[in-house]
């Protein structure tokens, strides 16, 4: 059986959750090919990731999120793979939203597929963190004319295949405005889709501050005025 799904995770200091991730993915999606970029982690990370059927790669030194990203998006090209999904490492996406989105993209209805917390489900998501990802998304739809409800999430699919000029150029987190903007530049046809995230104790300890998801936004500009 032809294996055409790629799972692509970047990974970074993530020891304590990675190994629990890639378990429950390998037993909720056995027939899809998992591939895991370390981004030069200084923990146990890559260690913790070694996994048996599991594609390990390494960044030796840390390139960001974007760069982890790429790495795994060409490597699932060369096995041949049509359909990405870029999903977090800390254990907040839910493996179970995968099929729908898979299927949105085998049935031709579009060719990105993305995650949206508000229509779906944020568990336990703080108060002002919600506040700011809607003001986020009425920023990102300002500067690139895409409406979207949610941005910044790391969980969505993509139809690689159809879009060999889909190219990750900002390596650190602004890749997440890229996207976006790669969304208008190549005409893809996208639909957003409810998926359930949830928010651990651990995850929000890890994630981005308010200041972090401004300056996404700000690297996102000045790379695009550099070009």
């Not at 070694?50 to 960044?59: D, E, K, Q």
């Not at 779906?120 to 700011?132: L, Q, S």
């Not at 976006?180 to 893809?188: A, G, V």
Request: aromatic content about 8%; overall charge positive.
């Amino acid at each position: 059986m032809k294996r055409d799904v790629a799972i692509v995770i970047p990974l970074y200091n993530e020891e304590k959750v990675i190994k629990e991730t890639l378990q429950n993915l390998k037993a909720k999606r056995p027939n899809d090919v998992i591939i895991v970029v370390d981004d030069g982690s200084s923990d146990n990370s890559y260690q913790e990731a070694c996994i048996p059927g599991v594609y390990l790669l390494r960044h030796i030194v840390n390139l960001g999120q974007g760069a982890a990203l790429q790495t795994g998006i060409d490597y699932a090209k060369k096995l041949g793979c049509k359909y990405v999904v870029t999903f977090d490492s800390d254990g907040q996406h839910c493996a179970d939203d995968i099929e729908k989105f898979i299927e949105v993209l085998r049935k031709n209805e579009a060719d990105i597929v993305l995650c949206s917390r508000f229509l779906g489900k944020a568990e336990n998501i703080p108060r002002h963190k919600k506040y700011f990802l809607k003001v986020a998304a009425q920023v990102e739809r300002f500067l690139t004319g895409i409406n979207l409800t949610d941005v910044h999430n790391g969980f969505r699919a993509i139809n690689v295949a159809k879009f060999p000029n889909f190219v990750i150029t900002q390596n650190r987190m602004s890749h997440a405005s890229e996207i976006i903007d790669l969304i208008k530049r190549l005409h893809m046809r996208y639909k957003e889709m409810p998926c359930t995230i949830k928010y651990s104790e651990y995850s929000l300890s890890k994630g981005q501050s308010m200041m972090n998801s401004i300056n996404i936004v700000i690297e996102f500009i000045l790379g695009k005025a550099i070009k």
